[in-house]
């Protein structure tokens, strides 16, 4: 069975965007493939984070991905923090990586330019990546298209460590949706829709209450064209919309356009916030059935376990390839 795996950074709620992206995605897949789903805590650090929202956050996540339909049975599930063998691997991937590669990466350019204090994290971030990705020789990782120069540098990485020290990865591949690789801001439609950002108008949380996700929806930032039609560099508000709506209900966009031809943008937005309302109703419905068991904990110890086993063998593995072991060097 081959296997896939993605993680989530708990840096603010969950929004349409990382559902659309990559949670859906992966519950879409879980029934063929073996599932890896994290939460990407250690991430979440490369910027200063109250300790308190990151705390309750990481068990929102966890909850919430099961609310959204991923399946404890199907998925290992996991708190990244908690299996301490992927920083130990970072590290011995760092050696692997280099300083240009590292800092070619769009993310850090952005980020480093916003803030000329940076951590040394937020370099590294995309070799933590890796290591998330390589430990437990995942095939797919599906991601937004934001993420996939990350899955491309972890396969870089590890196909220079393979040749360096002999076979020790397989190589992984970024997996995008049709439709939702990049969900954009509502109010912003050039900008990707992100749980960081300080104004929520224009970004649908999966914790939203109904009303405000019908009105953000209302509201959303379109074009004086007046057509439902698909065209990003021209139409961008519009075309953000058939693309949640096609996501959520697996409509093609070319269909919706048909649907909606000759028809006001009024009437196009009514439909794309009823189905939002409706796939998030049911979503938070059972999130809140969710979010105080007990079953989380069971959820994550069983998680946590399988993730350790995996990655102490592969840790293991590295070293003696490496010559840093007391084992036999003879694998
Ligand atoms: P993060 O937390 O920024 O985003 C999580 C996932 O959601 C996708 N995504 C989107 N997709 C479509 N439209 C959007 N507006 C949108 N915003 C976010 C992202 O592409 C991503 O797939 N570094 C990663 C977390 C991570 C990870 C990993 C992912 C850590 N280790 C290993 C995969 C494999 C991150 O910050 O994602």
């Avoid at 296997?3 to 063929?32: C, F, H, W």
């Avoid at 805590?41 to 308190?52: F, K, M, S």
């Avoid at 439902?228 to 209900?249: F, K, M, R, W």
């Avoid at 993730?307 to 010559?323: C, H, P």
């Amino acid at each position: 069975m081959k296997r896939i795996l993605t993680g989530l950074k708990p840096t603010g709620d969950l929004t349409l965007g990382n559902y659309i992206g990559a949670i859906r995605q992966m519950v879409s897949m879980q029934d063929e493939y073996d599932s890896f789903l994290f939460v990407a805590d250690l991430h979440a650090l490369t910027i200063y984070q109250d300790r308190l929202e990151l705390n309750e956050r990481i068990r929102k996540f966890i909850a919430m991905y099961i609310a959204c339909g991923i399946d404890p049975e199907k998925n290992t599930i996991y708190i990244q923090s908690e299996n301490e063998y992927i920083p130990a691997i970072s590290y011995l991937l760092e050696c692997t990586t280099t300083y240009g590669e590292a800092s070619r990466m769009i993310q850090f350019k952005e980020k480093s330019k916003q803030n000329a204090n940076f951590s040394v994290g937020l370099l590294t971030y995309p070799v933590l990546m890796a290591a998330d990705i390589l430990y437990c020789d995942c095939d797919y990782v599906p991601v937004g298209i934001d993420q996939k120069q990350h899955v491309e540098l972890a396969r870089n990485i590890a196909e220079r460590f393979n040749s360096r020290y002999g076979e020790t990865f397989i190589l992984p591949e970024p997996l995008l949706s049709e439709t939702g690789t990049k969900i954009f801001d509502l109010k912003n439609p050039t900008k990707k829709m992100s749980k960081s950002e300080e104004n929520p108008s224009g970004v649908i949380s999966l914790f939203d209450d109904l009303t405000s996700i019908t009105n953000k929806i209302m509201k959303a930032t379109t074009d004086s064209l007046n057509q439902v039609h698909y065209d990003l560099e021209n139409q961008p508000g519009i075309s953000n919309l058939l693309n949640i709506a096609s996501s959520l209900t697996n409509i093609s966009i070319s269909e919706l356009e048909e649907q909606f031809k000759g028809k006001g943008y009024g009437e196009f937005k009514k439909f794309v916030a009823d189905i939002t309302v409706k796939h998030l109703g049911e979503i938070q419905k059972r999130y809140e059935q969710i979010i105080n068991s007990k079953m989380l904990d069971d959820v994550l110890n069983k998680g946590i376990k399988h993730s350790r086993q995996l990655a102490k063998e592969k840790y293991e593995f590295m070293k003696t390839k490496m010559g840093i072991t007391r084992n036999d060097l003879k694998i």
